[in-house]
């Protein structure tokens, strides 16, 4: 997570200078500089795209990361930052330690080449010298907060060179609330950029199609590698197959994506590509096939909407949902569990728990409510599970709290804070959403993770004991010290009124 505030080297009538500035604090000064600087019409895009709310952004990594990770993610395709050094080495180490295999292009910038429009030149001169067919489809130019609050103007960048696609997008912390819809303004770009391919005449054919002449179903989401297979075996007696997984990991699928019957909405937070899709007469079906209800709804819904007879449809469910029913019989979860997460999968992982067998009482997600979450929402909330949009660490922290839970599920801090409670606890990024969860598979793999966790309780306390009768203290006092730090509450006490001083005073000068 980046939450440096850099700044550096940007004249104060470029991007306002004062501390605090950057991904949350300053964002409106930042949303004025940007609107003042000609990108208006991006912002207003961004803010209808992915709407804020209950509260203005939730606790995440450098939403801008979402982004870097599709382009990085895809062959051929050559990645290029402009920001912030400290914002570009957050992402670029990000990136790497998540495995990324490919450079992270940076072109780098100081007020005058920000402030005179000579960032935009440079940034033109790299994209020329990179664009070479031979190992590019694509490139992909990607403005953080300080170049889109300065205007730095991306979209007049060439469509193409030498043949080499150019994609230049506005990915503003203070624009675009997670990493998870990040993810979507790219992949919707470069769908968009796709579909005026498709328009104007032929276009490539992916590699190794294996659509078979079928029908195929566009799966819109980052997924574990077997859910693709097992969702093609669920669509087989309805003669269909699994399509393109978006986002994709090469140029020429974007075509394929396209070409899909259906669209599954496996996330549902992919608005700028779902817009792509109703673009091109694609129907769009949201939730997914996890557990039994939700596999018996997603094939009726993917199936109408592909105009398959109802027998068939029923033969598809009659064929899976038996293996399903097994394997969360024969792994079933007892426990109560909250959870919460900024991936856009918790919904769906949330229906899976709760037909394991699980007491879920929370579900948090940092991505907003859409349609395509709608079915999975109405489901949960009928078994009273509380669903939280655009949750905060807050209100995720005051879930655990309240429900006392024997396993909670979340993001670093809460898993933090449930562990220090005694609470055994899972990262909901790196152990849950990135397992299979489709179909007979997902049940099985799901439950085995969980229920070691929930065995976890009396190593927990255990610890807890240990390390309360070794001493070690808590807070700023946790350690092994020679002289324990003392608590200075006067201090605190006086830093406070300061503060409280300085904002009445900054608040008085304003109103006149
Ligand atoms: S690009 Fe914006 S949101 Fe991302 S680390 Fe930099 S200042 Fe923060």
């Not at 490919?102 to 664009?131: C, H, M, Q, W």
């Not at 043949?163 to 968009?192: C, N, S, W, Y």
């Not at 309805?238 to 899909?260: F, H, I, K, N, Q």
């Not at 997460?341 to 929370?362: K, P, T």
Request: glycine share 10%; net charge neutral.
């Amino acid at each position: 997570m980046n939450r440096s505030e850099d700044t550096d080297g940007v004249r104060p009538e470029a991007v306002p200078q004062e501390d605090g500035q950057g991904c949350h604090a300053g964002a409106e000064q930042m949303r004025a500089a940007a609107q003042a600087a000609g990108k208006g019409g991006v912002l207003a895009r961004l803010a209808a795209d992915y709407p804020k709310g209950p509260h203005d952004q939730p606790q995440s990594m450098c939403p801008a990361f979402g982004s870097l990770r599709v382009g990085l993610r895809m062959r051929r395709t050559a990645t290029v930052l402009s920001g912030s050094a400290c914002c570009v080495y957050g992402l670029t180490f990000t990136s790497h330690f998540y495995g990324a295999r490919r450079s992270v292009g940076y072109v780098p910038f100081n007020s005058e080449s920000l402030v005179t429009g000579k960032l935009f030149e440079d940034i033109r001169e790299a994209t020329y010298k990179l664009a070479d067919p031979a190992q590019y489809d694509a490139i992909v130019l990607i403005n953080l907060c300080v170049p889109t609050a300065s205007g730095v103007p991306l979209q007049l960048l060439p469509k193409q060179i030498n043949g080499v696609r150019v994609i230049g997008i506005d990915v503003p912390g203070f624009g675009v609330p997670t990493h998870a819809e990040a993810k979507d303004v790219l992949a919707g770009a470069m769908l968009h950029y796709a579909r005026s391919e498709v328009m104007a005449g032929p276009v490539q054919a992916p590699r190794g199609w294996s659509g078979g002449g079928k029908p195929t179903v566009t799966l819109l989401g980052e997924m574990f590698p077997a859910d693709p297979m097992i969702i093609g075996a669920m669509l087989e007696p309805m003669g269909l197959a699994a399509g393109t997984v978006v986002p994709t990991r090469e140029w020429r699928e974007l075509y394929s994506a396209l070409d899909g019957a259906v669209v599954a909405a496996i996330h549902p937070f992919y608005t700028a590509s779902v817009r792509e899709f109703e673009a091109a007469g694609r129907p769009v079906v949201g939730s997914a096939p996890v557990g039994v209800d939700g596999t018996v709804g997603w094939l009726q819904a993917i199936g109408e909407a592909a105009g398959v007879a109802q027998d068939r449809i029923d033969a598809a469910a009659n064929r899976i949902v038996p293996a399903i029913r097994g394997a969360l019989a024969a792994t079933p979860i007892k426990g109560r569990i909250t959870m919460s997460g900024y991936e856009g999968s918790e919904l769906i992982v949330a229906r899976l728990l709760v037909e394991s067998g699980a007491d879920l009482r929370y579900v948090g997600t940092a991505c907003p409510r859409t349609p395509w979450s709608e079915a999975d929402r109405e489901w949960l909330a009928a078994r009273g599970v509380q669903v939280q949009y655009r949750a905060s660490l807050e209100q995720d922290l005051a879930a655990m709290r309240e429900f006392q839970p024997d396993l909670a599920i979340g993001t670093t801090p809460l898993v933090q804070a449930a562990k220090e409670s005694r609470i055994p606890a899972l990262y909901f990024t790196n152990l849950i959403s990135a397992r299979p969860l489709m179909g007979p598979a997902g049940a099985g793999s799901l439950a085995a993770v969980i229920n070691s966790a929930l065995g976890n309780r009396d190593r927990f306390l255990q610890m807890d004991e240990f390390f309360g009768a070794s001493g070690v203290g808590t807070g700023d006092r946790a350690g092994v010290w020679e002289d324990t730090p003392k608590e200075r509450p006067e201090f605190r006490a006086n830093f406070r009124r300061q503060v409280i001083k300085l904002q009445r005073k900054l608040q008085s000068e304003q109103m006149v």
